[in-house]
């Protein structure tokens, strides 16, 4: 997938500020906003071990930052993939 698919900043730049309140995610949230299979999603999540902010019920909830994170290893995987 080419750079420009997934968020440039790194983990804990999220994008809340003082007046506006934190997005909190679900995981199938983020797999949509980044174009990626859930599974991918969960491999990053689970390998890189990422935890919830919180829970909504029986879904886990992540920040903003951690959906730049989680985009920035998906786009290592799929260069190291690629052979760079």
Known sequence: MAD??????????????????????????IARRLGQELHRVEYVIRSRDIRPAGWAGHARVFRDADLVWIAAELRRIDGEREGG
């Not at 809340?16 to 199938?28: D, F, H, K, Q, S």
Request: charged letters at 20%.
């Open 4 to 29: 420009a698919e997934y968020p440039a900043a790194g983990p804990g730049e999220g994008n809340a500020t003082m007046t506006e309140p934190e997005t909190l995610l679900t995981v199938g949230e």
